[in-house]
């Protein structure tokens, strides 16, 4: 008697959870299984759409198979479409010999689970632009790999030279300024400084992870004299830093860096801080930043 009331009452606990969890997955489905519609155009550095090029997509569908696979060619003006099938995000990569995919924009979410203003609105008359660059051939190449060096923060210059690895009293490429007066160095205040950057004859701008990583060519125009960079206090270990990229063209525009860098001041206002840098200099004159293993020069810590 005890144990058919124990296994009625688990029953009538558990078939209720059950259907629920089936419901709710019901539910997540049909706010993922979004009808897929997608335009697009595949174009070159310059603009001019590239025909017969085989755009490779996949599909996440949510709550069913992890991802669907497919492909597609690009027409006579450069232009495809993906339809008739159902998810919740696309990816499109386009691919064609002799090109690398250098846009960040190959993604689009269309879940109801995401807010509106993220969900992709597809537009034939706007199709997404995928840039395409057409690979020229690598050049001479010098790589640093993650160079620390030590800075103090006075508002005096520090010069490094990221052809030799090496922290210079004069020329260089990047010039730093750290302003940091007793005030804003405060232990009760917490971490507060900031960073000036600058190039020696040339320029610099600021460049987000996803074109760090795509970028094969140093950009043309855009450059800045400089940039100023603020961290204010709220780290409550006591250490702060941060880390940015950028394009430095310097030396009157014999060098284009592509620089990935890291600054960092603890809590103490006596201590020194830090500048880790890794960057790919093009010291030709050139901004072709494409990497043949063969042709590149290292720097190691």
């Known amino acids: 008697m005890k144990r058919a009331l124990f296994i009625t009452v688990a029953l009538l606990i558990a078939v209720p959870v059950f259907w629920k969890v089936v419901w709710d997955r019901i539910g997540l489905r049909s706010l993922n299984q979004v009808p897929i519609e997608y335009y697009g155009i595949v174009v070159d550095e310059a603009g001019v759409p590239l025909h017969g090029t085989t755009v490779n997509w996949s599909v996440a569908n949510g709550l069913g198979p992890s991802h669907r696979p497919g492909s597609t060619v690009s027409d ?28 960040t924009n190959g993604g689009a979410i269309y879940s109801y689970l995401w807010p509106k203003a993220e969900r992709h609105v597809p537009d ?57 007066p007793p005030e804003m160095a405060s232990t009760n205040q917490g971490v507060r400084w900031a960073v000036e950057l600058a190039s020696e004859g040339g320029g610099i701008q600021l460049m987000d992870d996803m074109l760090m990583r795509a970028a094969y060519e140093a950009p043309a125009d855009g450059y800045q004299q400089s940039i100023h960079l603020e961290k204010l206090p709220n780290d409550p270990q006591g250490t702060e830093s941060m880390t940015r990229g950028a394009a430095l063209r310097s030396r009157e525009g014999m060098v284009y860096t592509k620089l990935g860098f890291t600054v960092g001041f603890r809590k103490e206002p006596d201590q020194p801080g830090w500048i880790r840098v890794s960057s790919l200099s093009n010291t030709n004159g050139s901004r072709n930043w494409e990497e043949e293993p063969s042709k590149i020069t290292r720097i190691g810590r």
């Open 124 to 180: 034939p008359q706007k199709p997404v632009v995928l840039t395409m660059h057409k690979w020229k051939g690598g050049e001479p190449l010098v790589r640093i790999e993650y160079k620390t060096f030590r800075i103090w923060p006075t508002n005096t210059e520090i010069r490094l030279d990221l052809v030799r690895g090496m922290m210079v009293s004069e020329l260089g490429d990047l010039i730093l300024r750290i302003p940091r």
């Open 76 to 103: 006579s003006q450069g232009r495809f479409s993906i339809k008739g099938v159902r998810g919740k995000g696309l990816s499109a990569i386009p691919e064609r010999t002799g090109y690398r995919f250098v846009a």
